[in-house]
């Protein structure tokens, strides 16, 4: 792996210590940083493949063609990213109170798709 996917992937395991450390009292918040994980999970994905986006939505449908479609990733947990991205936008625009249950919730979540990544990454590098 290079260093910019391995910086990537360091990233998102810093967002999802992060959020994991405020689910209990910062739940929106919680959300939003699991979001982040999966995103920076996304893009290293992307990039051991030589792709890159700019956008949040470029980086959710590249991921969903290339990697899912193209490249093999299993299709429920390609399909968390989008959802964790739902979440995010509701946790931070909506008008609800997000609850540390549903923030355990998308922990777990954003954990399953950022180690999915990991083992797909790994697989690829033999």
Known sequence: MTTEIDDLLARARTELEVANALAVKFAAQSVGHCYYAAFFAAEAA????????????????????????????DQETGRLLRQLFERRN????GTEQVDPDTADRAVADARRFFEAVEVWLAGRSR
């Open 46 to 73: 992307l990039l051991a493949l030589g792709e890159s986006r700019s956008k949040h939505s470029g980086v959710l449908s590249a991921f969903g063609q290339v990697i899912v479609k193209q490249g093999g990733f």
């Open 90 to 93: 509701e946790a931070t625009y």
